[in-house]
């Protein structure tokens, strides 16, 4: 009886066992909130000072593109006492993380076959490696998890006549949050023209709507001379090698296997070599065995496979000429390295070649390990290291409260936030 109640239970047990997992990972924030850098410098400031409809609105030139979730968060935040205010911040960014467990779990996800499918693809988006520290609980991240909400809105099998006037609103959203959502508006295209449903052609017109809105933006950040000038920048061999560890290698390894690897083993001429040919061994193997199977997959699971191949590849070229400096790191290798995992989490049912099978699991497995090992960093080694504790706790931070008085005390004081000590949040 226990065992049948918990098997038709599952989804519900899991989604709590989430939030367990959420709260574990950082309790301050859960308990006492914060801002994070522009969060509560830029949006949460501007709609303290300004009125409702430029705080809506507002775009943020310097970084090039429209922030919408941002916007709404920083008024939101405002209509709840100083004090509180990083916390009501801080819940608003789970928002998206609710939604992409709701739609994963409880929508007909073309993705996932059944519920325990389900389940893992949870645990890619939410627990393997590419979730830093740095994206967490932050309403400027949450563009991020927006994305991966629009991309799963993009693959719902929906119904023939009705319209879903909500997943609309949630798309119209992801797209005016950040570029990123925006990049999918091929899928949605080619979703409509495969389906030929009524919901998948408003979705393509809500995403490419989006879409021109930030282009123009970025068009004219650039030309104006407004833009970062570290953004949009040409690609070179140093900043490929960051992004082949950053977003390939970590994914499915973690850092610490691969320092003490690069720590422990001699590598001369002679072993990168062989490692080369291993790996282009391989590598032809897996060409020829996928192709071999791609021939005779069924249509819709051809479709989500390039679907899948296009977004780590569009998502990797925005992050690599739009990421600022040479960095691949951090919050920038976070869609390219969750697209690799869907992949190959897609593959694995799908693929007849046993060896190939296999490999693919092992790399699933060893990513959600080292998800789970980095999750809530043990060592609190204070660097600047987006997988220590410094983004989850208050490590040597000034007191919120204390801030809110001082604040209070004299309006020109200028409130600390995170990451400490180099931001601070002027309101007057």
Same mark, same amino acid.
């Given at each position: ?9 599952k989804?519900?047990?899991? %989604? ?5 997992l ?6 301050f924030?859960?308990l006492?909130?914060r801002? *994070? ?6 949006f ?6 300004? !009125?409702?409809? =430029?705080?809506?609105? @507002?775009? &943020? ?8 979730w ?8 405002n209509?709840? #006492? ?10 608003l ?12 779990l =409880? ?18 988006v939410?627990?393997?490696?590419? !979730?830093?520290?740095?994206?967490w609980?932050?309403? %400027?991240?949450?563009? %991020? ?20 006037y909500? !997943?609309?609103?949630l ?12 990049i ?7 979703k409509?023209f495969? @389906? ?20 123009s ?5 650039k ?6 000038q ?14 082949? =560890?950053?977003?390939?290698l970590k ?14 083993? &001699?590598?001369?001429?002679g072993?990168?070599l062989i ?10 193997f ?6 071999? &199977? ?6 819709? &699971?051809?479709?989500i ?8 590849f ?18 920038y290798a976070?869609?390219?390295s969750?697209f690799?995992?869907?992949? %190959?989490?897609f ?7 046993n060896i190939?099978?296999?490999? *693919? ?21 204070l ?5 220590t504790?410094?983004?989850? #706790?208050?490590?040597n931070?000034? #007191? ?13 004081y #200028?409130l ?5 000590? !180099?931001?601070? *949040?002027k309101?007057?």
């Amino acid at each position: 009886m226990l065992i049948e109640l918990l098997d038709k239970r599952k989804k519900e047990i899991f %989604i709590l066992f989430l939030l367990i997992l959420f709260f574990y990972r950082s309790p301050f924030i859960f308990l006492n909130g914060r801002f *994070m850098a522009e969060e509560g410098e830029i949006f949460f400031a501007n709609a303290y000072r300004y !009125n409702f409809f =430029y705080s809506l609105f @507002f775009v &943020d030139f310097v970084s090039g593109y429209l922030n919408f979730w941002a916007n709404i968060s920083g008024i939101i935040s405002n209509f709840f #006492d100083l004090e509180v205010a990083p916390l009501i911040s801080n819940y608003l960014s789970l928002l998206p993380k609710i939604l992409i467990i709701y739609f994963v779990l =409880y929508s007909n996800f073309l993705i996932t076959k059944d519920s325990w499918q389900k389940i893992l693809f949870c645990l890619i988006v939410f627990i393997c490696p590419q !979730n830093v520290s740095e994206i967490w609980m932050n309403s %400027i991240n949450s563009q %991020i998890f927006f994305a991966i909400l629009a991309f799963i809105l993009s693959f719902i099998n929906y119904q023939y006549n009705r319209i879903n006037y909500f !997943n609309l609103f949630l798309i119209l959203v992801s797209g005016l949050s950040g570029v990123y959502s925006c990049i999918f508006t091929p899928i949605f295209f080619f979703k409509y023209f495969i @389906f030929k449903k009524t919901q998948d052609l408003l979705n393509f017109i809500t995403i490419l709507f989006c879409a021109i809105v930030q282009l123009s933006i970025v068009i004219y950040s650039k030309f104006s001379g407004i833009l970062y000038q570290g953004k949009l920048h040409s690609i070179n061999l140093e900043l490929i090698y960051n992004f082949f =560890y950053n977003v390939i290698l970590k994914v499915f390894f973690g850092s610490k296997i691969i320092n003490f690897l690069y720590l422990s083993i &001699d590598f001369n001429l002679g072993i990168i070599l062989i490692f080369s040919f291993i790996c282009f061994l391989f590598l032809i193997f897996f060409l020829y065995t996928f192709f071999k &199977d791609f021939l005779y997959m069924h249509p819709t &699971d051809k479709f989500i496979l390039v679907s899948l191949i296009y977004s780590f590849f569009a998502t990797s070229l925005v992050v690599l000429i739009g990421g600022v400096s040479e960095y691949v790191g951090g919050r920038y290798a976070v869609l390219p390295s969750f697209f690799i995992l869907c992949f %190959i989490f897609f593959l694995i049912p799908i693929l007849k070649n046993n060896i190939t099978k296999f490999l *693919m699991i092992i790399l699933i497995i060893s990513s959600n390990i080292v998800g789970f090992s980095e999750f809530r960093p043990i060592a609190k080694k204070l660097v600047h290291n987006h997988h220590t504790l410094k983004n989850l #706790d208050c490590i040597n931070c000034p #007191d919120w409260p204390i801030e809110v008085k001082k604040f209070e005390a004299d309006n020109n004081y #200028d409130l600390k936030i995170w990451p400490y000590p !180099n931001k601070s *949040m002027k309101l007057n």
